[in-house]
Each structure stands twice: as C-alpha cells, then as structure tokens.
C-alpha cells in the first residue's frame, strides 16, 4: 500500500508544478514583450537547463550525502524568493533579458537540487513493487499541473497583470515546501571525496543505463532545439493570444495526463523495451508534424502525441534506474544519468534559436524530428545488445 508519507510527497509534486506550470507560461510571454528574437528568446530558454549541465553532479553527491527531504524544501524555498522578487520587479515594469536569464538560471538550479533528491526519495517512501504505480501518480500529477492546468492559469494571469503568475509561483514553492518538511528524516553519512565520480563511474560500466543516457542527450537536445521557440510559432505563426497560447499547452499536456495514467498498463502488456523503441519512434512522427501543421488543433493534437510517448519512455526509464542502481547511489547516478542526458539541452536551445532565425520558426521541428530519426537508427542495436546484456 502507499502510504501518507507518499501521499504528501504528491500534493507537494502537485502544488509545486501547479505553479511552475503558471511560470512556464508567463516566462516565454514575458520575454516576447521584450523581445521578437528568437536567438534571445531562446538564450531565457536555455538559462533554465543550463544548471543540469554544470549542477547535476554535485546535486546529486549531496543527494546521496545529506537527508534528502531537506535539501528538498530549502531548494524550493530559495526558489519562493527568487520568483517573489521577480514579481517585484514584473510589477514595476523593471523586466528585461538579464533579470529573465537570471530568473530561469535561479529556479532552473533549485530544480536540479529538487529533482535529483525526489527521484531518490521514492525508494524510501514507497516498496519497490509499487514504483512503477507511485511513478506512473507523480508522472500523472506532474503532467495535470504542470502541463494542463497550469499554463492556462498563468497565461490568464498574465493577461491581467504580468506580476501574477510570478506571485503564484512563489506562493505553490512555499507551501510545496512546508509539505516536503514533514517527510521522514534520514541521514546518509556519505563522506567519500570521490562521491561524484562513483556515480558517473558507475553509470558509464551498466550498458543498458549509459546507453538510455546518451538517447535522453539527444532527445533533449532535439527537444528544446524545437520547443525553444515554441511561443513564437504559437503567437506568429499559428496567430494565438497569451490566452490562447496557455490553452494550447494545455490541450498538449492532455497527452501527457492519459500517459501518466494508462503507461504503467501498456509497459506491463508490452514490455519496457518494445514500451521505449515505440515512444523513439512515434516522437519522430510527432515533431515532424508539429513542424508541418497550419492550425492550432492540428498542433496541439501532435503536441499532445509527443507527451503521451515522452510520458511513457519516462515511466520506464526512471523505473529502470530506482530498481538497478543500489540504494546508496540512486541520488549520484541519477544526478550523472542527467548530466548525460540533459547536458546538451542548453545548446539544443541555443541551436533552436539560431536555426528559427536563419531558416523560420517552422524549422527547429522539422530538424529535430530528422536528428531524432536518425539517432534511433544507430540506436537501435546498440540498445538491442545492452538489454540482452
């Protein structure tokens, strides 16, 4: 059974991205207020992944170092003051580009340290035969918050003041934040120097976990290549509003909620592999067509394809690495796994931005749908030797 501990853990997952999802929002629209390039656009962007590039790592090692729900509230507490000074400033008309990089670098690394110890936490809260369940719930939480319910409320708020989704956001971390104080407290004693390189080490010896590792590196890279200029193909291009623009992310995260819920169902029928080949293959499909398509319900129906199977490949993946990896490494190999496979997600950023510019905000899917197909040629192989194995 899952427990209450487990239990607070999902309404904290669920506050937290309900405001987080409001900030998603508001950032991109912020920024186009100050801006139209896509090049600038993208560098707020590729501000908040950049922390997984440098701060995986050492989150991870204080992970596996320190009591984790700890580290948990006093990242999104950082976080709550951050966000609550940017609405300060939103309020006064004191916004640009330097204060939104700085913004999403902040609760881009309070993310790194609140994500890296909740994949860790699970395992101490919830039987390793209900992973795969408490998974699928967070996965589902997540999506519904973060992804549908979320967005629209802040680009609503967006509309009234630009301050609003801001002071939401700060408001969902607090109180995430005193939920997650009341977890269970324990203590890891790690003292070894060479905590960081034992996970890396670790993850770069297990076949089958580096080579998921080096697919997520791709897909993250082709991912945010194309979703960094997101916003502008909305409001340009398909001609949405702020509004409808939060409602279009919405309608793409209902993807995201049927995955959640029904995923755990088809890696049981199917099986985890054949569950990852499938997510690879109809993510290509789905970039391409968000690419090509001309109206919003077309793109929004693709967008909602690419978080049903990117929901999927996540069930799996993480369920793969809380069951394989020894306890007292779960917080380093994870934090080493993301520095993999998030790493390149600043620069799929950054090349999102410059490939809008040079060749059209259609481009960056179109592109990213042709890496991701040509990676899953070379891939499959490979990830076939590394299961047998």
Do not use: K
Request: overall charge positive.
């Amino acid at each position: 059974m899952i427990g209450p501990d487990f239990r607070r853990l999902l309404w904290a997952t669920g506050i937290d991205h309900l405001g987080t999802g409001a900030f998603t929002a508001a950032v991109p629209l912020l920024t186009v207020t100050v801006t139209h390039d896509p090049r600038l656009v993208s560098l707020v962007s590729a501000a908040a992944y950049l922390p997984w590039l440098l701060l995986s790592l050492p989150a991870g090692a204080l992970a596996d170092r320190h009591d984790r729900a700890g580290l948990m509230w006093r990242a999104q507490a950082a976080q709550a003051v951050l966000v609550a000074v940017t609405a300060v400033l939103a309020a006064c008309g004191a916004i640009g580009i330097p204060v939104l990089v700085v913004t999403a670098f902040g609760v881009g690394a309070g993310d790194v340290v609140f994500g890296t110890a909740a994949q860790a936490i699970l395992p101490d809260l919830v039987a390793q035969p209900l992973l795969p369940r408490a998974n699928g719930r967070q996965q589902a939480i997540t999506t519904v918050t973060e992804q549908f319910a979320g967005p629209p409320l802040g680009s609503l708020l967006f509309g009234v003041a630009a301050a609003l989704p801001f002071g939401l956001d700060a408001v969902s971390f607090a109180v995430s934040a005193v939920l997650v104080a009341t977890l269970p407290r324990r203590a890891r004693g790690t003292r070894t120097r060479a905590a960081v390189r034992d996970g890396l080490a670790w993850l770069l010896r297990h076949r089958l976990l580096r080579t998921l590792a080096i697919l997520v590196g791709v897909n993250g890279f082709c991912g945010q290549l194309a979703y960094a200029t997101l916003v502008l193909l909305a409001t340009q291009v398909v001609h949405l509003d702020a509004r409808g623009y939060g409602l279009l992310l919405a309608g793409a995260a209902l993807g995201s909620v049927l995955g959640g819920l029904v995923n755990a169902r088809i890696v049981a029928r199917i099986g985890s592999r054949a569950a990852l080949l499938t997510a690879l293959a109809v993510n290509v499909g789905a970039f391409a067509g968000i690419g090509l398509s001309r109206d919003a319900v077309v793109l929004g129906a693709f967008l909602a394809v690419n978080g049903f199977v990117t929901t999927l490949w996540n069930i799996v993946t993480v369920g793969l690495r809380q069951r394989l990896v020894p306890a007292a490494l779960l917080g380093r190999v994870s934090s080493a796994y993301r520095l993999l496979g998030w790493g390149l997600i600043p620069v799929g950023t950054l090349t999102g931005g410059l490939v809008a510019h040079g060749l059209g905000l259609r481009a960056p899917y179109l592109v990213a749908a042709a890496v991701r197909g040509l990676a899953l040629v070379i891939a499959l192989p490979v990830l076939a030797r590394a299961w047998r194995d």
